[in-house]
């Protein structure tokens, strides 16, 4: 199957540029090598040293390397439209410098993480589609001609696209040749959807994948409670691919049938963890994708 797996950094338990919660940077370097992995999402901008040099330095001298990265923004808010493109260039001149092809951008939460107060609408009105809309053709073709990046967006839990109809919207109304769709298959079934459908259903808007699944008896606490997505990961709501709610081996079947061919970012989702627990799940979680078919 012509599917290659690569490293996400939140199965590192990497969430932010820089927390005393983390491991330090050539640590996580020297473990994603270390499990097995020859590709790596490098996680929030100036996590890893933002010197193309120095990066691609240290990348080869372990054998690794970026297929893509990701971005996190307002993108409905007008306020911070400037930023957020001055922020794309920053980020997408560094992939593009290390050899990186996919720019996923994520919009931001509607809730705080941990107190589940409102940060921005839960859903968008009218206006705020438009905005959407517009601001994710003119970061897609910022992306494209300036750095020669594909841009993906990546519908994710509690922000204002995350459920299947929201996502067939965005599909419909966003330019197929400009922008392109990375699911993640944990946060997909965290919203209540089935992603080995929606996949299958609409392979050619999606070049770009992130592996990852769900405790299935934590998500229903979850939801019964109605917990922010930080908490819900502080339960453990995430799990290993082979322990999950995600059907793997399905998805591994459909993947074949339709002769999909890329990148799967293997992620799971554990800030703060315990710096010993990433490498072991790492070997064990490749293991199991590798005997339904994935590769390295």
């Known amino acids: ?64 390397a970026i297929p893509g990265g990701t971005l996190f923004g307002a993108i409905a808010s007008p306020r911070e439209a400037d930023a957020l493109m001055q922020r794309l260039d920053q980020t997408a001149a560094l ?12 919009d931001d939460f509607y809730r705080d993480n941990y107190t589940g107060a409102p940060t921005g609408p839960r859903r968008l009105d009218e206006d705020g589609w438009a905005r959407f809309l517009d601001m994710m053709h003119r970061m897609a073709r910022r992306s494209k001609e300036a750095h020669g990046l594909d841009l993906v967006f990546h519908p994710h839990c509690e922000a204002t696209i995350e459920e299947e109809p929201e996502i067939e919207r965005f599909l ?10 990375c699911i993640d298959t944990g946060h997909h079934a965290y919203c209540g959807g089935n992603p080995v459908s929606f996949i299958r259903h609409h392979r050619a808007r999606i070049p770009y994948l992130h592996f990852k699944s769900m405790n299935g008896a934590v998500l229903a606490e979850v939801r019964r409670r109605s917990l922010p997505w930080g908490e819900a990961v502080r339960m453990g ?26 990148f799967a970012i293997v992620e ?14 790492a070997r064990r979680t490749i293991a199991y994708l590798e005997q339904l078919g994935f590769t390295r």
């Open 172 to 181: 419909e109304e966003t330019d197929a040749d400009l922008v392109g769709l």
């Open 268 to 281: 799971q989702d554990m800030f703060p963890c315990d710096p010993a627990t990433p490498l072991p799940l």
């Open 1 to 64: 199957m012509p599917i290659t797996l690569g490293a996400g950094s939140d199965a590192w338990g990497i969430w932010h540029a820089a927390h005393p919660a983390q491991i330090p940077w050539w640590r996580y370097l020297d473990e994603v090598r270390d499990a097995g992995y020859r590709y790596l999402e490098p996680g929030v901008y100036g996590y890893l040293p933002t010197d193309a040099r120095v990066l691609k330095h240290e990348l080869e001298a372990r054998g690794l």
């Open 95 to 106: 992939l593009a410098e290390v050899g990186a092809r996919f720019l996923v951008v994520l």
């Open 237 to 262: 709501v995430t799990a290993e691919p082979a322990l999950g709610i995600v059907d793997f081996t399905a998805l591994a079947r459909m993947l074949a049938e339709i002769g999909y061919s890329g």
